[in-house]
């Protein structure tokens, strides 16, 4: 292939999966500029890295799987520097499609859920997208490069302390 269609088909599949970026950038920054530093750069290393793509998996596991360590490793950049990264309050992992208008108590629970993500560490917090992303534990541990049994183990742990923490939550009681 030459390399205009190398570009081409490279942008196609960037667009074709733009939604991967959009979801990482938002969970693992809060400023729009920081969002739209991290995104280029996640094209970037997909760009760069773009040889070690194995054409027998699906492009989309692979796209995580670089864009979560981009994100890691800017998060830890930023945080280095003193700058605080937050979990996007416009950015909503799950889909409320099917709630009545008006439910504000669900939206609370959401909002709630998502300040608790946000808490997580980095690791624990691409668990959780992934897993509201209803990705199968083949795919999250072909991402993360955990076993499936890890995921497992972690996500049960990750949904009891999040469980934990809305019961302690006195609004909730």
């Given at each position: 292939?030459n390399?205009?269609?190398?570009?081409?088909?490279?942008?196609?599949?960037?667009?074709?999966?733009?939604?991967i970026?959009?979801?990482?950038?938002?969970?693992?920054?809060?400023?729009?500029?920081?969002?739209?530093?991290?995104?280029?750069?996640?094209?970037?290393?997909?760009?760069?890295?773009?040889?070690?793509?194995d054409?027998h998996?699906?492009?989309?596991?692979w796209?995580?799987?670089?864009?979560?360590?981009?994100?890691?490793?800017?998060?830890?950049?930023?945080?280095?520097?003193?700058?605080?990264?937050?979990?996007?309050?416009?950015?909503h992992?799950?889909?409320?499609?099917?709630?009545?208008?008006?439910?504000?108590?669900?939206?609370?629970?959401v909002?709630?859920?998502?300040?608790?993500?946000?808490?997580l560490?980095?690791?624990?917090?691409?668990?959780?997208?992934?897993?509201?992303?209803?990705?199968?534990?083949?795919?999250?541990?072909?991402?993360?490069?955990?076993?499936?049994?890890?995921?497992?183990?972690k996500?049960?742990?990750?949904?009891?302390?999040?469980?934990?923490?809305?019961?302690?939550?006195?609004?909730?009681?």
């Open positions: 292939m390399p205009t269609d190398q570009h081409a088909a490279f942008l196609q599949l960037i667009q074709d999966n733009k939604g970026l959009f979801k990482i950038s938002h969970s693992y920054c809060h400023n729009r500029d920081d969002r739209e530093d991290l995104m280029q750069e996640i094209v970037y290393q997909l760009w760069k890295s773009g040889e070690s793509f054409t998996r699906k492009f989309s596991t796209m995580y799987r670089i864009a979560l360590n981009v994100a890691i490793s800017f998060y830890r950049r930023q945080r280095r520097s003193g700058l605080r990264i937050t979990f996007g309050g416009d950015l992992l799950m889909e409320l499609e099917d709630r009545p208008d008006g439910d504000e108590e669900l939206e609370e629970k909002d709630l859920l998502q300040q608790f993500i946000s808490e560490g980095e690791l624990d917090k691409a668990l959780m997208i992934l897993y509201l992303e209803e990705k199968s534990y083949r795919e999250i541990a072909e991402v993360l490069g955990i076993t499936e049994t890890n995921v497992a183990t996500l049960s742990r990750i949904k009891g302390r999040l469980k934990e923490q809305f019961l302690n939550k006195k609004t909730f009681l």
